[in-house]
C-alpha cells in the first residue's frame, strides 16, 4: 500500500510542478510569441509611408486611419513617449466572411488590425504588430482559423521589404 501511495503522491506532485514550469516558460516566453518587433532600415516618415502603400496596394486591403499616438497623448495630458504611429487596415471581404457568423463576432475587437510604427530612444525606428501566425494556429482546424492564415499570407507580403516571415518565436 505504501509504494502506490507514494506513486501517486508522486504523480500529484510532478503534475503541480510541470503546471509552474509551463506556466514559467509561458510567461517568459509570451513576450515574443504574441508580439513582433522588427527594426526597420529607413526612417520614420518613410516607414510609415511605405507600410501604408504596401498595404493600400496589396489586393482587398486598404488603410483605415492612421493614428498619431504621440499626439492623442500629449493632448490628453500624458507625458511624450516619442513618435509613435498605428496604422489601422482592413479587407472587406475577410472581415465579411469572419464576422458573418455570430459565433465569430467576438473577433471583431481585433479588426481593423494594427501595425505600429515607433522611434526608441536610442533612434531604432521599430514595426511592432501581433503575431499573427500565432493565433491563427490556434484557431486551427476551423473558419476563422482558415481566414486568419490568408490574413497572416497578406501581411507578410506587405512586409516583405524587410524581409519578415511570422514565425512561433
Known amino acids: 500500500m505504501n509504494v502506490k501511495l507514494g506513486v501517486v503522491i508522486g ?12 506556466g514559467f516558460v509561458f510567461k517568459v516566453a509570451a513576450p515574443t510569441m504574441l508580439f513582433k518587433e522588427i527594426k526597420s532600415s529607413y526612417d520614420f516618415d518613410k516607414t510609415v509611408n511605405l ?13 483605415t486611419t492612421v493614428i498619431d ?30 464576422l458573418r ?7 471583431s475587437v481585433k479588426m481593423p ?27 486551427a482546424g476551423s473558419k476563422v482559423g482558415d481566414i486568419m492564415e490568408n490574413v497572416v499570407k497578406d501581411i507578410e507580403s506587405v512586409m516583405s521589404f524587410l524581409h519578415f516571415q511570422f514565425t512561433i518565436f
Open 11 to 22: 504523480f500529484i506532485l510532478g503534475m503541480v510542478m510541470s503546471l509552474f514550469v509551463v
Open 51 to 63: 507600410i501604408v502603400q504596401r498595404i493600400n496596394h496589396q489586393k482587398g486591403w486598404h488603410v
Open 69 to 98: 499616438q504621440e499626439k492623442e497623448i500629449l493632448e490628453n495630458g500624458g507625458l511624450d513617449v516619442g513618435r509613435v504611429k498605428i496604422i489601422k487596415f482592413c479587407n472587406a471581404k475577410l472581415s465579411g466572411e469572419m
Open 101 to 107: 457568423d455570430d459565433s465569430n463576432k467576438y473577433m
Open 113 to 139: 488590425l494594427s501595425i505600429s510604427v515607433y522611434e526608441k530612444s536610442n533612434g531604432e525606428v521599430m514595426i511592432g504588430m501581433m503575431n499573427g501566425y500565432i493565433m491563427a494556429r490556434l484557431f
